[in-house]
């Protein structure tokens, strides 16, 4: 009869346990990259059908090139509508080069001739083509970090799944880009729409240094810093603000785009926001980080639902996004949703 000593047992139990955990790890890490890969696809997806619809925006513009000026633009008309033939029909591998030929085109257009209703859809596909890109290249880099690590390519943990690879596209961004105006300040910001289990929106409240009788409320996030994709930012935003850490995976989007611009601290500022939304138990928000603005002139938090928010507006408090009361259901719909949502522009 064969016996063990408890130093034996206990080591035995030890080997156990680090099998059990290294495989419940192995077990995780496959289903995250699993999910990365579908978020890659998504991705992927999202900005095929961004660039195509700025192919289709690019020919109605050569149209109306033809037709205003025929003698002065026709030939710079023609070429247009052959790039975005071209943009079309390009394999994937070929498909920056021909983007970027395209996008060199469309910059180089004299926007005067063009109604101002075209003017502003090529402003709305480009923008798009911009947001998808960012995006995409969000994906991939998630998905490297992981795929690329010792243990995941050791273990074969990404399967038979080719790597990704970054869409390098080149962005046009003009200080002045979509305004006329001259403008001190242009940033992009990534904001966070926090809901917690009965759908309340985290807001908080702040003012201008100048004005501080005018309050307004805004969710939460702040300007990107070099270097961070738009999903590092937001993070690290709900972190400083409401000292609150979220993984980057539970947050959902990009699900909306807002343009503004606004004076502030007297400067004129033009700023792109793009809004992710998370799930998360309320909390009583404290900041990890504040910024000096942040210290001075950030006054209150809420959760507040949609009810609420239409209440303050009505008190003369102005709530950032515009229509938030009325764009929560959408949010909850897409933090319940598996499927990555197209972001679209809102006020």
């Known amino acids: 009869m064969i016996t063990f000593s408890a130093t034996t047992i206990l080591v035995l139990a030890l080997i156990a346990a680090l099998i059990v955990a290294a495989g419940g790890w192995a ?5 995250r990259l699993d999910r990365l890969h579908v978020r890659g696809d998504q991705a ?62 469309l910059s180089s257009i004299d926007i005067s001739l063009l109604p101002p209703q075209l003017v502003a859809e090529l402003a709305d596909a480009e923008a798009r083509v911009l947001i998808a890109r960012r995006f995409h290249n969000d994906a991939v880099r998630d998905t490297l970090a992981l795929r690329t690590r010792r243990p995941v390519r050791l273990l074969h943990l990404g399967g038979t799944a080719p790597l990704p690879t970054y869409f390098e596209i ?47 409320w805004f969710t939460v996030g702040g300007g990107i ?6 999903r590092t ?56 980080n504040p910024t000096v603005w942040e210290r001075r002139c950030v006054t209150a938090n809420k959760w507040c639902t949609a009810e609420d928010i239409a209440e303050l507006d009505g008190l003369g408090e102005t709530v950032y996004p515009y229509h938030l009361d009325q764009l929560l259901a959408e949010a909850a719909a897409v933090a319940a949703s598996d499927t990555e949502p197209e972001v679209r522009s809102i006020r």
């Open 233 to 288: 930012a937001a993070v690290r935003e709900v972190w400083e603000e409401t000292g609150r850490a979220v993984d980057s995976t539970a947050l959902r989007g990009p699900i909306w785009r807002r343009v503004a611009v606004f004076p502030f601290d007297g400067e004129l500022v033009r700023s792109e926001e793009l809004f992710f939304v998370a799930r998360i138990a309320a909390f009583e928000p404290k900041a990890a």
């Open 170 to 216: 080149s962005e046009r961004v003009t200080p002045a880009a979509s305004t006329g105006l001259e403008v001190d300040t242009v940033r992009t910001s990534a904001r966070v729409v926090l809901l917690d289990d009965r759908d309340r929106v985290l807001l908080m409240r702040g003012h201008d240094p100048r004005t501080p009788d005018v309050p307004f």
């Open 27 to 31: 077990y995780a890490t496959a289903n």
């Open 225 to 230: 810093e070099p270097g961070e994709t738009l």
């Open 44 to 105: 992927r997806h999202a900005l095929e059908a961004a660039l195509a619809r700025r192919a289709v925006v690019a020919r109605s513009v050569s149209l109306a090139l033809t037709n205003a000026a025929p003698d002065v633009a026709g030939e710079q008309a023609r070429r247009l509508h052959g790039l975005a033939d071209r943009a079309e029909r390009a394999d994937w591998s070929d498909r920056e080069t021909a983007e970027n030929q395209l996008a060199a085109a």
